[in-house]
């Protein structure tokens, strides 16, 4: 990987992955092999972690603080953000927002909606998570990607009306369909050469770009089994390939990697651009938004002293 390129970020959703709570929880110890490579590679990552997940297990919450890593909320329930209705999505996201800054003694100013489910038809969530005080956001598909994507958003950062910053999922357009290919399942079926050819054309300076997985992801003993919501051809590909997942995952680093996302906002919160989907074409031009300063500077708060290699 070319090292003109922007550094990646390593992200991680932590999440129940399972479909019944009478099934062993594997996601407490993949999570602790996760931070275990981490560890091993000498990286800071980004950790987003399900309410409901940290309600049961908070000790891997203080784990995953205590070994350096940035603690963001992947919703409370890993509903998508358009089962919801305003009024519980901000009781829900507040609360799991106050848990994690229990359990980790700082402030928490990320969020990933779940299947980057922040759409033209939620868009009204990014003035919620400003109100309930995140400082960013880091779920939005600037493609069409099958039912899910914000085609029109910016591929580079940007700051919603509302204050927040978004920091959009890395994609390449294949025809009409856009594919977040840095992560989860598309990270394990790509081949690594093409992974690599897409990540060189990640060029553009302004980028802030990421990768994901999930502890499932590097779940090879996990038995087959159907995922609802994606029926048997979508829980195949969810179940196929884990056990390169780590070593593509080392790949990725090895061209260079970013700080935690709150770190990289903290840069960046004051010269970004707004976009308002309200208007024709969701551009409004340079940013200035109320509330942009005030969150620059709650996430610079959160910045350690010591840099990361690449960031």
């Given at each position: ?18 479909p ?20 091993d ?11 409901e ?8 919450v ?52 779940p ?31 099958y ?18 910053v978004e920091?959009?999922?890395p994609?390449v ?75 593509k ?19 960046i919160?004051?010269?970004?651009p ?19 300063l ?17 960031a």
């Amino acid at each position: 990987m070319r090292a003109d390129r922007p550094p990646i970020t390593v992200t991680f959703d932590i999440e129940d992955h399972r479909p019944s709570p009478s099934w062993e929880a594997r996601y407490p110890a993949l999570t602790m092999r996760l931070l275990d490579e981490l560890d091993d590679l000498g990286v800071r990552a980004t950790c987003f972690v399900v309410g409901e997940v940290a309600a049961n297990a908070p000790g891997l919450v203080r784990e995953i603080a205590e070994r350096g890593h940035e603690v963001g909320l992947h919703s409370y329930r890993h509903w998508a953000t358009f089962a919801y209705e305003p009024a519980l999505f901000r009781r829900e996201i507040g609360d799991g927002r106050r848990l994690l800054e229990d359990l980790t003694g700082s402030p928490v100013a990320g969020y990933r909606a779940p299947a980057g489910t922040i759409m033209p038809r939620c868009a009204w969530a990014t003035d919620v998570l400003a109100e309930v005080g995140f400082a960013y956001s880091a779920s939005v598909l600037p493609v069409q990607s099958y039912v899910v994507g914000f085609p029109g958003a910016p591929a580079t950062p940007f700051v919603w009306p509302s204050g927040l910053v978004e920091l959009p999922c890395p994609c390449v357009s294949v025809g009409p369909v856009g594919m977040p290919f840095l992560g989860g399942t598309f990270l394990r079926v790509f081949p690594m050469p093409l992974v690599r050819a897409l990540r060189n054309r990640l060029d553009d300076p302004a980028l802030v770009p990421w990768s994901y997985l999930h502890p499932y992801d590097i779940d090879v003993e996990e038995p087959f089994w159907v995922v609802p919501e994606v029926q048997w051809w979508g829980s195949l590909l969810l179940w196929v390939n884990r056990g390169v997942a780590l070593r593509k995952l080392r790949a990725i680093v090895a061209g260079g990697v970013g700080a935690p996302l709150g770190e990289r906002v903290a840069a960046i919160a004051g010269d970004l651009p707004l976009f308002d989907p309200d208007l024709v074409g969701g551009a409004a031009g340079s940013s200035g938004v109320a509330g942009v300063l005030e969150r620059r500077e709650m996430v610079r708060s959160m910045a350690p002293e010591r840099a990361v290699a690449g960031a």
